[in-house]
């Protein structure tokens, strides 16, 4: 994975900030307002609910620095496996450049590793060459939960450990941060989302290895204004071990 940086700009923060409209009342006009601000602001990534895929997809621009992405099982992650393998497979035909697949928690919590192993496999084969990011939906989980499915996602060679699809409480703590990143020790990415709100939180889970984030449109918006009114317009990222 890439090397942890000493500090981001304005620019380099919207580079790793997903924005999304994956609530199920967005309609339409969400979406274009989604992906109008997606592409303005520079953010890398905008997402949208399955359905509304191929129209995001038409509004911003292929090959610029936002990319397109859909999710997956979403959000409870009890679909059966053959249907996560074949919503993979449609937004992968729909222009998709990255996809987010809700884990099944009840298999994961009924001990049935092997189910979560085998559908995670299938579904990365399925939308290959697109890259997988792996939900965990931390707020269900225990610290051991926690270990097992961040090992589970890290070897299976999916792009990215995510932590919360955003419809349950904040799953995306410093302590669960902590937690993920000791397991996944650079084998995949990770992606925090829900409830960060401040640029100290920003910093602290970038220098533990987050090289993604999920957050509430507005709030990405006002973080990015922040760190271009810091000194200097960089926010500073000290390293993990001289934190507190």
């Known amino acids: 994975m890439s090397k942890t940086p000493t500090s981001l700009s304005a620019a380099d923060l919207a580079q790793r900030i997903d924005i999304s409209a994956v609530q199920t009342f967005h309609a339409e006009a969400d979406i274009r307002s989604l992906a109008a601000l997606a592409v303005e602001n520079g953010f890398i990534a905008a997402h949208a ?4 895929v191929p129209l995001l997809r038409s509004l911003v621009p292929a090959g610029g620095r936002t990319l397109v992405g859909g999710p ?4 409870s992650g009890g679909h059966m496996t053959a249907i996560k393998v074949a919503e993979a497979a449609a937004l992968r035909e729909a222009g998709a450049d990255e996809l987010d697949m809700m884990i099944n928690v009840g298999r994961l919590k009924s001990g049935d590793l092997n189910y979560v ?5 299938a579904v990365i084969e399925a939308a290959a060459p697109v890259p997988l990011k792996v939900i965990l939906e931390l707020h269900h989980l225990t610290d051991t939960e ?5 090992d589970i996602v890290a070897s299976s060679g999916a792009a990215f450990v995510k ?6 409480p904040a799953a995306a703590t410093l302590p669960r941060i902590r937690l993920i990143a000791a397991v996944v020790a ?4 990770i992606k925090a989302s829900g409830g960060i709100r401040d640029l100290a939180t920003v910093a602290e889970m970038v220098a533990l290895g987050v090289t993604r984030f999920g957050i509430n449109t507005a709030s990405a918006i ?5 760190v271009d009114a810091l000194p200097g317009g960089r926010l500073a990222i000290a390293p993990a071990n001289e934190r507190a």
């Open 49 to 52: 609910l399955p359905n509304f």
């Open 72 to 75: 997956i099982g979403f959000p």
């Open 117 to 121: 192993r085998d559908e995670i496999a």
């Open 146 to 150: 926690i270990e097992t499915a961040a």
């Open 163 to 168: 932590t919360g699809t955003g419809w349950t």
């Open 186 to 189: 650079g084998r995949a990415g």
């Open 222 to 226: 006002e973080l990015v204004k922040q």
